[in-house]
Every structure is written in C-alpha cells, then in structure tokens.
C-alpha cells in the first residue's frame, strides 16, 4: 500500500481570459501522507481554491504531475475522474452546496446513487452517516429547514458516505459562526482520530491550528510549510489541547 | 433511472404553471393529430357501413345528354334483355324508376320515395312480414308494394303489427296497390350521404314501367352484378354493349364507388391540414420543451457543479436531463392522446354515430405507438441541445455561481 495521499509534483495552473493570462498556481510541489490533517493558508487569490480543485480532480492543472493515492490522475478521462471524486473523495464546499429540493437523507445518498448503490442500502447507509453526524433524526429536512451548522453537517455526511481517502473542504466554516465552528472543527477531529486524510482550506488562524500541518501559499507558491504545535503530538495531548478553548 | 423519473415530476409540480403552459401545444398537437385518427377511422366505418344497405354491385347506366342524337341513344325495354344476356355478371337489369310522390292509405297521404324493383333484390333490408316482389308479381305486373319500415310507420300508424297490415292498400293517384310485405329497418343506408336508392314503397318495375313509362323511352338502367363481378368491368362492358347496339351512342354508369371516392377525398384534405397543424404544434410544443429545459439547466448549474463535484460523469448528466426531456416530452403526449382519443369518441358519437348507428373502436394500441413516438421525437430533437448544455457545465464555475 501507498502511504502518500496526495502527491503533486510542480504544478502549474494557468487561466486565460481573453488575452489575459493568470497563473493561479505556479509550481506547486506538496506531499500529503495518509491520515494527515493539513490546513492550506493564503491571502484572498493567492490559489488556495485553484490547487483545490486540482487536489479534487476538478480541474487539471496546465502543467505537472498529480498522483492521488497512487494513481496518475492527469491521464484519465471524464469517467475515469468522475469515478474518483466519485470513491476516493470527498468535498466539503464554502456554501454547503447541498441540493435545495431533496431533503438530508437523499442528499446525503446521492453518491451512493451514482455509485449504483440498491434504494435499500443507499437509505441505511445515509441513516448511519447521519447519526455519525448527530442528525439521525433530520432526515427528512430539507436544506432550508435545517441551521447552517447542520447544511454544513449534512454535506460532510455526504462527503464521508462513500468512505474516501481524502476530505476536502474549502472554508468549511466560513459561513457559520463561532460556536457552529467549533462543532464542526470536533467532527473534523474525530474524523481524523479515525485515520481521515483531511485537507481544509482556511483563512482562519484558529481553524488552522486544528491541523497537524499549515500550508501558506502567495502568488500561486509555497510560501511555508510548518507543523502546528501539537503536529508532533500525540493523540492524547491533542484531545487535551482542544479542550482547553471550550472551558 | 427511477430517481431521475421521479425527481423530474417533483420538478414539474414545483413549476406547475410552467409546466402547464410548456405542454399545452404537445397536448394540442398530439390530440390533433390522433382524434383525427380516430374521426377518420370512424367515417370509413361509416361509409362502408352506409353501403352495406345497398348491394355494392350496383350501377346505372344513362345516356350522355350532350350527344349528336339523343333519339337514338334513348334505351328500351328491350336493351334488358340485351345487357341481361350480352353482359357476363349481370344478375338483372330493370328501368331504373324512383319519384317522390303522394302515397295514401286510409286517412294518411304521405310523401315518400316509389319505385320499381326486381324480385332480385337491391335492397339488404330483412323482410319482417309477407314477402318481397316475387318473380310472378315482376312476370305478370301484379299491382302489389312493398313497404319501408318508414313507409308502413307513417302510413299505418296505429297498426298494432305488420302482418294485420299485409293485404291493405296503398294509392298512389288512383292506382291501387296491395301490401305484399314489410321490410324492417335498414340499419344502415346512404341516406344519410344525402342519398338513397333504396324506395319506401316498391312495385314490381314491370308494374311500374307499365303505370307510370309506358310509352316513355327509359330515363336509365338499374343494374345489380353478381357478387363476384367487379363494377369497372361490369359498367365498360355494359356502356360497350349499349353503344354498339345503339349506333355508337355514348353511355355514362355511376356507381356507389364516386362516394366513397369523395368521402375519402374529404378526409384526405382534413387529414392534410390537420396533420400540418399537428406538425406545427408539435415543432412549437419541442421549442417550449427545449426553452424549460434551457431554463432549467442555467437555474440548475450550481446543482449540476455538486453533482459533478460528488462523482457524476458528463454522461451521467446528460442521462438525467435526457430522462427530463423524455418525462415532459411523454406526459404531454399522453395527455394529449387522452384528450385526442376522447375528441375523436365524442365526433363519433355526434357525427357519424348518426349516419351508420355504429361507432368504430377506439384505436388504442396504435394511440400509445403513436404518442410514445411523439414523445420519442421530441425529446430526441430538442432534447438533446440542453442535455448537452447541462453536460458540459464546468463544475468549478457552477460551483462559484452564486
Ligand atoms: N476560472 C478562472 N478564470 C480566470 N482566473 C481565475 C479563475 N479561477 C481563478 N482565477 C484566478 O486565479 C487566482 C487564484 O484564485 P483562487 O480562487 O484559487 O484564489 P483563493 O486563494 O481561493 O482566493 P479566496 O481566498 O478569495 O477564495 C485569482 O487571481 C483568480 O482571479
Ligand atoms: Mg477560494
């Protein structure tokens, strides 16, 4: 087996719009074992959605090599890539991004559905995703029914459905406020106590404190890459630092 | 595929009023198109049904009016016997007689339709009391009728039954006539098509010829063909005999065939303009078919960026609007075969119920090919361009629409 997660290797992300070329990424070289917690850090522009979209085989990146849990991405096709946001990740979106008409548990399934999981075993499995999440029992809301803090519970419910290697999330908790963040800043732990690789995109110094691991881009670069404090640490003392801005 | 099926008719409910508008030209079209259908298959039933109360293999032959000389182109008694014998097929031939006139009988004086007829009968109508015109009332001119089953209603109203009614008699002027026989209903007749050879009182034609042709040259030939004769060869052989023995006067038949030949006639024409409508509002119906799933797809984008983000392919996408397409494409041809099916019934039961007494099946099994082939079309042709549209959605930029 792989230990590297994602290994992406000088990556160049060039946008063009009309004349104008941007270069969102301009040689990113970043490795990320498995069950690593990494916060990606920057200024607003500095690339931090870009590489992103790259790391979740959204986008292709214009120039580099991407291996996801071993396997060289840049060669598939639009099936191929679908089938490995499809198994291998899992997204957590800025805006929830749940589906507005379908209520939690059908959005919670709906990657089972494309992963032509039966009705039957599609419903067990968001149950329990669900009640991973603490809303066994607003299954049936729909997204303007629930909080923030529970849309956002419900898309990582969703993100964790299929049992992918990596979690994604950009500014997971960008549009909650300090007390909804702190839930889901928990679940990211527990998760990650649960062998997760979870990658989160952040401009909040706190959020990224949770990481083992501060990725800092400007310009498209690697500006730093450090450990957090606990990075080192481990899981005991981690659960006895996290208490300690709750009490 | 189900979760697609279903999602689309929520879909559908939430927009109802958009829904609605977008399928009413389907609806029209394809209900247009089938009660059409149904109407025509209903008149041809009809006419055929209509023709069924005569004996098809009849015609009759005339002089051509526009000719040299008239006086010799005039037939005869004896040009009966001519075609009788020189025409293979010919069952009978007799003066082809037929006046509305006053019929009487007791206090009732009645305008009706009279003529002479055969003991070969032209008529199909059953004989529900005595008999019809023998071969011995033709041979010996006997002054007997036979009655309609609207002749003996208006001219015995208060006979408690036809048999009490045979041997009265009936006077046209001052001839006499006994009542040989009554004929039931003809359930189906061309009068209807505003035309009916079949009398509501019949005399022998030889009693006929004698009262009221005597002297007379023949107006024209009645001819009714054995079963098995076909009419064209019939009518050209007669008109061809005739002629040579008239010195190459000229001869006209007309037959049942000019009817049915101008009711088909008619419902091609219908069928043309209502097809073309049809096709009009089916093109207009899959442009609002296209429009709502255009709509759909740019008010979807975000949607359609998560589901590309979870895992769904481009083909995956285009599957899901295709399924769209075909639910919207399918719902209103359904709709529209139902309303066109029950179009189609109620013009039956108004129109032509009325000429033939009968009404032809509802074609159900060739509606449903019919509607499943519409909505098939539609959703191929202007389905494909928002499927498309939706397949080709940029995840990355659907996902930063706000
Ligand atoms: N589709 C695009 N077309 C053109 N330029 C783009 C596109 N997407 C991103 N960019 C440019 O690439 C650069 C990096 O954008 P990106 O979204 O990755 O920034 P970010 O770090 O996520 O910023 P923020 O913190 O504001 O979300 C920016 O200059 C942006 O304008
Ligand atoms: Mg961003």
Do not use: L, V
């Given at each position: 087996m792989n230990d590297i997660a994602i290994d992406l290797q000088e990556i160049v992300k060039t946008y063009k719009t009309g004349s104008i070329e941007v270069q969102a990424l301009r040689g990113v070289t970043l490795r990320i074992e498995r069950g690593e917690y990494v916060a990606i850090m920057g200024p607003s522009g500095s690339g931090k959605s870009t590489l992103m979209n790259v790391i979740g085989c959204l986008d292709r990146p214009t120039l580099g090599n991407y291996r996801l849990d071993g396997i060289d991405v840049s060669a598939l096709d639009d099936r191929a890539l679908a089938k490995i946001r499809l198994e291998k990740l899992g997204f957590i979106f800025q805006g929830f991004n749940l589906l507005p008409r379908t209520d939690a548990m059908k959005n919670v399934s709906l990657p089972l559905f494309y992963a032509k999981v039966s009705p039957k075993e599609r419903r067990e499995r968001a149950q329990r995703a669900l009640a991973e999440v603490g809303l066994a029992d607003r299954a049936h809301h729909r997204p303007s029914e629930l909080s923030g803090g529970q849309q956002q519970r419900v898309a990582i419910a969703r993100a964790l459905i299929n049992n992918p290697a990596v979690l994604l999330a950009d500014e997971p908790t960008g549009n909650l406020d300090t007390a909804t963040s702190e839930e889901i800043l928990s679940l990211f732990k527990s998760l990650h106590r649960s062998g997760r690789t979870i990658v989160v995109v952040t401009h909040d110094e706190e959020v990224a404190e949770r990481a083992n691991r501060v990725v800092r881009l400007r310009d498209g670069l690697i500006l730093s890459d450090t450990p957090t404090?606990?990075?080192?640490?481990?899981e005991g003392s981690v659960v006895q630092r996290e208490a300690i801005p709750q009490s | 595929m189900v979760d697609y099926i279903r999602e689309t008719l929520e879909l559908m409910q939430a927009n109802l009023t958009r829904t609605v508008l977008t399928l009413v030209g389907l609806v029209v079209g394809v209900a247009a198109i089938i009660s059409i259908q149904v109407a025509a298959a209903g008149m041809a039933a009809a006419v055929n049904g209509a023709f069924r109360g005569i004996n098809m293999n009849t015609f009759f032959i005339f002089p051509k009016s526009t000719q040299g000389s008239t006086q010799r182109a005039n037939l005869g008694l004896s040009d009966l016997k001519l075609l009788d014998r020189n025409v293979p097929g010919v069952e009978t031939a007799i003066p082809f007689g037929q006046t509305r006139t006053i019929v009487s009988a007791g206090h009732q004086h009645i305008m009706l339709k009279f003529g002479g007829e055969s003991y070969r009968r032209f008529s199909t109508a059953p004989v529900v009391a005595g008999h019809a015109i023998t071969r011995s009332d033709v041979e010996n001119a006997t002054p007997v009728c036979v009655l309609s089953a609207k002749a003996y209603k208006r001219l015995f109203p208060h006979a408690a039954d036809p048999e009490t009614v045979l041997g009265q008699s009936v006077y046209v002027g001052p001839k006499r006539y006994v009542v040989a026989g009554i004929l039931g209903p003809a359930t189906l007749s061309t009068a209807s098509l505003g035309f009916d050879i079949n009398n509501d009182v019949v005399i022998p034609y030889t009693t006929f010829y004698n009262d009221y042709q005597r002297g007379r040259p023949l107006f024209g030939i009645q001819v009714l063909g054995s079963r098995d004769a076909t009419l064209a060869t019939l009518e050209a052989n007669a008109k061809r005999v005739l002629s040579d023995a008239h010195g190459g006067s000229i001869y006209q038949t007309f037959d049942f065939g000019f009817f049915t030949k101008k009711v088909d006639g008619f419902f091609g024409v219908i069928g043309t303009i209502v097809g073309a409508v049809g096709a009009i509002s089916l093109l207009v119906a899959g442009i609002g078919i296209m429009n709502i799933l255009f709509v759909s797809v740019s008010e979807r984008t975000r949607e359609i960026g998560i589901r590309r983000a979870i895992g769904a392919s481009r083909a995956t996408i285009l599957i899901q609007f295709f399924v769209e397409a075909f639910v919207l494409a399918f719902s209103g041809s359904l709709i529209g075969m139902l309303a066109g099916l029950g179009i189609g019934e109620l013009a039956q039961q108004i129109l032509i119920a009325r000429i033939s007494g009968t009404i032809a099946a509802l074609p159900w099994t060739q509606a449903i090919l019919l509607a499943t082939l519409f909505a098939t079309i539609v959703t191929l042709v202007f389905g494909t361009l928002p499927a498309l549209r939706a397949a080709s959605v940029d995840p990355i930029e659907a996902l930063r629409y706000e």
């Open positions: 404090p606990h990075g080192h640490f481990s | -």
